[in-house]
């Protein structure tokens, strides 16, 4: 019997032979890989090999200040994730930053992403500020010797004095600078709106060439409601800190020590009687009392469960700044303001006060002052123009309340007199 066999036409046993054959490349060319080692980058290091690791952290106990923000430091893993056991006592954000909400006791806890996690036990406790006017005179250093002493910080409200290069060991110990006048005379500082800030000013120039550092904490001699300035330039002394960056500190109680009449013994009982509340800015004064003042009532002030702070680490979510004149006359906005002259050619060398007039004239913003190129022509806080070099610039008077005016300013080299002299 025949059979009849049918083979595939020509083009179907190419296709066929061409399939196999590529079949056997891919085959090859896997067993190939598989033999030759290939570059592995950090990435793969790091996928294949990583180690679950512990967490540590900077503290495992803290006591902090009510209102105060510390920084918790956590190492081990990549994510950490951060939780408090009780956000109504320690409030912790995601960069370990843990702020004083309430007095009372909580677990701060980080966690990588391994689940391993570490704890640091937060205690929250009230915040004394030690604030110190009108030095430094001769105790300071023996104030000084004190703070160290009771291992507490203060702030030092600074006038100038012979004494100042004492201010770098304060620096250096880990207390805060603040301004508190040039001079300490009122009836001078509170004559006009820009002598304040023009003192300060050179305070601060001089605390930068002691210490290195400036300072935007400021308290008004007489505090913010003396009454020893005329009610509107004080209004606007005080909207000008605002407007010059500053930050004012007033006080919550006082030690009784301003008067010639202040003791030892009556600054001790002022601050057993009165400092109480969570958060005490306690005023005190540069007296030859108050070392021994700061040894008896730090320690007494701890065991009612004081930590001791200083004014740089005032809380600014908390902060507000209400002075009685703000309440008794409410602020008057500027509806516009004007320089006269608006235009103005001086000789280099030569000075010339621009007048701000404010609508209405009893406004009670203050002043800001700029110049668009302090190297032609520069100004003061209150607006005087000292011509440098020739050439043209514009200066700008800003008020509290936003509004602008501008005066520009031609510098012109200074004209020789008839003498030939310049």
């Keep these: 019997m025949l059979i009849n066999v049918r083979f595939p036409k020509a083009h179907t046993l190419i296709m066929i032979l061409s399939a196999l054959l590529l079949l056997c490349a891919a085959v090859s060319c896997g067993d190939s890989e598989k033999d030759t080692p290939r570059d592995v980058s950090s990435a793969d290091i790091v996928n294949s090999s990583e180690q679950p690791v512990d967490v540590s952290l900077s503290d495992t106990s803290m006591e902090l200040g009510f209102g105060i923000t510390r920084s918790i430091i956590a190492t081990g893993g990549n994510k950490i994730e951060w939780k408090s056991s009780d956000s109504s006592i320690a409030a912790v954000e995601n960069d370990g930053s843990v702020r004083g909400v309430d007095l009372g006791e909580c677990v701060i806890t980080a966690r990588n992403e391994f689940g391993r996690s570490a ?16 030095g430094p005179l001769s105790s300071a250093g023996f104030i000084l010797d004190a703070l160290k002493e009771t291992d507490a910080k203060a702030t030092f409200f600074l006038v100038d004095s012979i004494y100042f290069p004492i201010v770098k060991r304060m620096a250096d110990e880990g207390h805060a600078l603040a301004l508190h006048t040039r001079f300490n005379r ?22 930068e060439e002691i210490t290195g550092q400036r300072s935007n904490i400021l308290r008004f001699p007489g505090g913010s409601n003396n009454e020893t300035a005329d009610h509107l330039t004080m209004r606007r002394i005080v909207n000008g800190a605002h407007d010059l960056g500053y ?8 030690a ?11 600054s001790c009982k002022m601050i057993y009687t009165y400092c109480t509340k969570n958060q005490e800015i306690i005023l005190m004064h540069d007296k030859n ?3 021994n003042v700061i040894r008896t009532m730090v320690p007494i002030l701890r065991k009612r469960g004081y930590v001791f702070e200083t004014l740089d680490h005032y809380p600014d979510y908390s902060y507000e700044f209400v002075c009685a004149y703000s309440r008794d006359n409410p602020d008057i906005p500027a509806e516009s303001v004007v320089l006269n002259p608006p235009e103005l050619e001086i000789p280099t060398g030569s000075e010339f006060t621009l007048e701000a007039a404010m609508t209405p004239e009893e406004s009670t913003d203050f002043v800001v002052w700029e110049s668009s190129d302090d190297s032609v022509a520069k100004t003061d806080m209150g607006g005087t123009i000292t011509g440098i070099a020739v050439g043209e610039a514009v200066i ?16 012109i080299p200074k004209q020789e007199t008839s003498s030939g002299e310049k």
């Design 119 to 134: 704890e640091c036990r937060v205690t929250v406790k009230k915040t004394c500020y030690l604030s110190i006017d009108d």
């Design 186 to 207: 009122t009836s001078r500082c509170y004559s006009n709106q820009y002598i304040y800030y023009t003192d300060l000013e050179i305070m601060n120039d001089h605390l």
């Design 247 to 254: 930050r004012v500190f007033d006080w919550t109680m006082s």
């Design 256 to 266: 009784g020590d301003a008067s010639s009449k202040g003791t030892y013994e009556l």
């Design 289 to 291: 009392f108050t070392p």
């Design 396 to 411: 700008t008077a800003k008020t509290t309340s936003g509004k602008t005016a501008t005066c520009k300013i031609k510098v």
